[in-house]
């Protein structure tokens, strides 16, 4: 029962932000909500009618708790991400890299879902074991049917990433984007043991749409001290604080 709910609940919802973020590429940035103050997180339900989905109970992100997961063969999740020439955006919230048509895609199960872009957020959303990372880093895609899968990574504070190094060097200036010659491969980013948690959730800015399957890899990244502070040079702290788990369950497989 278990797996039932957590593997095929989402892949026949298509909302209107699935709508756009198939568009855009992207999670929906809009103006007029903030990571702090008279528009922050704790307001977000209430800044504008398409934001209500925000005081939902399906929120993301969670606190992840190693002994309260629950143990399971939940479906396996196949990565075959292939090289792109990204577009790097800064959205006015996050930087965000633009993945092209030719980028790939992930499985889960049967289902085949585009991967969109990746954007990153200082400080952890989610937390492990009580313990909020340095950095989080979101890997978005969609299927046809408007399920949004995000396979996330914990940043820690550790050896550089080359990869990583390329993108600082190519920061848009604010609210621009800027076309990078060359191809990268985001499977660089990511670490050997790919052991994971999972559970279904939401976007984790407005319009907070609860239309989510979330795949967080246990393993942190590393990016070196300097890595971190140029992300927080320029969105320092863009995280949204962990919501409550209510009646969802978290799985962790392997």
């Not at 030719?102 to 400080?123: I, M, N, P, V, W």
């Not at 340095?134 to 299927?143: G, K, Y």
Request: hydrophobic letters at 40%; glycine letters at 8%; a neutral charge.
């Amino acid at each position: 029962m278990v797996s039932r709910f957590l593997t095929t609940r989402l892949t026949t919802r298509l909302t209107a932000a699935a709508l756009l973020l198939s568009v855009s590429g992207a999670a929906v940035f809009a103006e007029g909500w903030s990571y702090s103050g008279a528009a922050g997180p704790a307001q977000w339900p209430v800044l504008a009618p398409d934001y209500a989905a925000c005081g939902g109970v399906e929120q993301s992100p969670v606190a992840l708790e190693t002994n309260t997961a629950v143990t399971a063969e939940p479906l396996s999740l196949s990565i075959r991400w292939k090289p792109f020439h990204p577009t790097l955006e800064d959205t006015g919230h996050s930087i965000k890299v633009n993945a092209s048509k030719s980028a790939g895609y992930a499985t889960l199960g049967d289902e085949k879902y585009r991967l969109l872009q990746f954007h990153f957020h200082h400080g952890s959303e989610h937390t492990l074991d009580g313990r909020q990372y340095d950095a989080e880093l979101h890997f978005v895609h969609q299927s046809e049917a408007g399920g949004l899968l995000v396979v996330g990574l914990l940043i820690e504070e550790g050896p550089s990433n080359g990869l990583i190094k390329m993108l600082w060097n190519e920061f848009p200036d604010r609210g621009q984007s800027k076309k990078i010659s060359y191809p990268i491969a985001a499977t660089d980013l990511l670490p050997g043991n790919r052991t994971f948690f999972r559970y279904q959730g939401s976007l984790t800015t407005p319009p907070c749409s609860e239309i989510v399957t979330w795949h967080v890899i246990k393993e942190p990244m590393t990016l070196s001290k300097e890595q971190i502070a140029g992300l927080a040079e320029r969105y320092a702290d863009n995280f949204r604080p962990v919501q409550q788990l209510n009646r969802r369950y978290i799985l962790s497989g392997q």
